[in-house]
């Protein structure tokens, strides 16, 4: 599946998100192919990805999307993106 | 021998010597470190030495843009002007310095991990975009210092300094920084933590009492600047317009058509508005093709060096880049932001009235990227230390530090020094200025005091962290103990 990792910017954060979702979902046993996005371009950048993960203020801006959402609040926190990966994929 | 030697030369001119190519050899190295499969290999590497390029793409646009701008700003005022924006500036240093900072990348994520593995200072900076920032600053101002053919010289120092000031600054932002999260797990990792230490102190001295920002609610319709590129484009039109303008009133009228050559269709005024507004339009362009190649590069480089990092250095904490702070503070970070930008209009006008008359300084215009960022960390950090007074405080002090640390850093910038564009943060500008200035020495007795001067650091830091850090200090004790008490209060009324 496409994920697509959302923060302000597009290169810093989502790129820590990007590499703890790989390890998420390399533990899930995910085929997952994980890419990076500002919030400016991540309308476009969702339509060609099954996931979306950002914060939870990101989310908001995001609202009206096919795409689903994943809210994850802290960034670093492996266990609690597998957690929501997993209510995500199910 | 003939034959090896034009090998050789062929290597390091035409492929080591290309920032680009170096760039995408050196992701390649680093993905098949982490074991990856020669598809991706390959892929990435190629990805990386495109997005180096893509950089290159977006400053031509963006220095067409400011072109005309910083212009139209001299003949308005006589000054120099300059919109400090970290993307841009590099973009613009890559022909000359990218292959120098390339190496020093390299070279000081090894000499960072070394600190890290062996010192007390286990910090591992992962902020992959400041990095090159920090790179390219160092590359430029110790290349200008020592003067040319020195470039092995600037490699070797400026690597040593870059690997210490990458586990001195996470260092003296610890204390603010747990006080921020609340446990010890997350380091900052962001050059403008002189900011953010500077915000976190003012905290603690004025908001004893001062309740936190994030009791407050917050205007929702401000969300929008969240968005960089439109926060990035509104701004710069409303810093060309105002220019335009103002040239109207103050110029004449010939000498002002002019500015805009080849991009107005007539010699009206109408044609002169509408030229400023599309040029513009013309920065917020370059600015998203700058980033959709950092983003590229960084895309490959990250995860490579984060995977070494792992391997090398076991627990040290990552040092991360300053959005990873905001949600201990959404208001705080928007108030930070918006006082900090007034912080930078405040600097801009002392400026304008009074250093730029005597001392010839250069016009700071504020640039949207560095006070979003940097005045809504100096927000979370104030808010931790001293609620909303600390908060406001610490976002307009950091506003005036990345206003006239920006101007002091262009004197030591050489050429580049006539850019319109500048690195934006506090780090780069207070430790490129100093190391500019030691630099200034030659190339014997700059690199001597320049080293001494990261040996100074190392050893302050080093001391902070076995005296303060590793013995729980925390800043602001009493504002928390004042904080439990209310609450204790609250659920026992």
């Known amino acids: 599946m496409n994920i697509t990792c959302v923060c302000g910017m597009g290169i810093g954060t989502s790129m820590l998100l990007k590499m703890n979702v790989e390890q998420a979902a390399s533990s899930l046993g995910l085929d997952a192919e994980v890419s990076t996005a500002d919030i400016g371009t991540a309308k476009g950048a969702a339509q060609s990805a099954d996931l979306i993960i950002t914060s939870a203020e990101l989310a908001e801006e995001l609202t009206g999307l096919s795409t689903p959402i994943a809210v994850v609040h802290n960034f670093t926190d492996v266990s609690e993106i597998e957690a929501a990966l997993k209510e995500k994929t199910q | 021998m003939n034959a090896l030697v034009a090998v050789l030369d062929f290597i390091s001119q035409e492929i080591l010597n290309v920032p680009a190519y170096l760039i995408g050899i050196v992701a390649a190295v680093g993905l098949i470190a982490l074991r990856k499969s020669a598809g991706q290999v390959i892929g990435g590497g190629l990805k990386a030495a495109m997005g180096y390029l893509i950089l290159g793409a977006g400053a031509t646009v963006v220095t067409a843009s400011l072109a005309p701008f910083g212009d139209l700003i001299f003949r308005v005022t006589g000054a120099h002007g300059v919109v400090p924006t970290n993307e841009v500036i590099t973009a ?4 000359e310095y990218g292959t120098t900072s390339a190496y020093l990348i390299v070279l000081s994520f090894l000499i960072m991990l070394l600190l890290a593995r062996f010192t007390p200072l286990k910090y591992v900076f992962l902020t992959g975009h400041h990095m090159v920032f920090m790179a390219t600053l160092l590359a430029v101002v110790l290349s200008v210092g020592f003067g040319p053919g020195h470039s092995a010289l600037v490699v070797a120092v400026g690597s040593v300094l870059m690997g210490i000031i990458m586990v001195v600054m996470p260092a003296f932002a610890q204390p603010y920084m747990n006080r921020v999260t609340g446990d010890d797990k997350l380091a900052v990792g962001h050059f403008n933590t002189v900011g953010y230490v500077l915000a976190g102190a003012l905290g603690s001295a004025v908001g004893k009492r001062s309740r936190s920002t994030e009791d407050m609610k917050f205007p929702q319709g401000l969300r ?10 509104l701004l710069m039109l409303v810093l060309y317009l105002v220019f335009a303008v103002w040239g109207m009133i103050a110029v004449p009228k010939e000498e002002l ?5 080849g991009a107005q269709t007539s010699d009206t005024y109408g044609s002169y508005i509408m030229a400023a507004f599309a040029q513009a339009l013309q920065f917020g362009i370059g600015v998203s093709i700058i980033l959709y190649g950092v983003r590229i590069i960084l895309g490959e480089l990250v995860p490579a060096f984060q995977g070494i990092a792992n391997r090398v250095v076991p627990g040290a904490k990552p040092a991360l880049d300053i959005p990873i702070v905001f949600p201990f503070g959404p208001n705080a970070s928007l108030i930070g932001f918006i006082a900090s930008f007034v912080g930078g209009l405040a600097a801009l006008a002392l400026i304008a009235v009074w250093f730029g008359p005597a001392w010839g300084m250069a016009l700071i215009l504020p640039g949207m990227v560095p006070h979003f960022f940097d005045g809504g960390g100096a927000g979370v950090f104030g808010n ?14 950091n506003g005036m530090l990345i206003t006239f640390l920006p101007a002091a850093l262009l004197t030591v910038m050489g050429s580049l020094g006539l850019a319109n564009s500048t690195f934006g ?6 430790f490129g200025s100093i190391v500019g200035l030691l630099s200034r020495l030659g190339a014997a007795g700059g690199s001597l005091t320049a080293l001494g001067f990261g040996a100074i650091l190392f050893a302050a830091a080093w001391w902070y962290q076995v005296r303060l850090v590793n013995n729980g200090w925390l800043p602001a004790s009493e504002r928390a103990a004042l904080q439990e008490a209310n609450k204790a209060a609250a659920t026992a009324s």
Not at chain 2, 224 to 230: A, H, N, T
């Open chain 2, 92 to 95: 613009q240093a890559a022909s």
């Open chain 2, 425 to 430: 943060d506090a780090d780069f500008g207070w």
């Open chain 2, 384 to 397: 931790a230390t001293g609620g909303r007074r600390g908060a406001i405080l610490g976002g307009f002090v």
């Open chain 2, 257 to 261: 058509m002019g500015v805009f050559e």
């Open chain 2, 224 to 233: 929008f600047l969240r968005d960089s590129m439109v926060s990035t484009t």
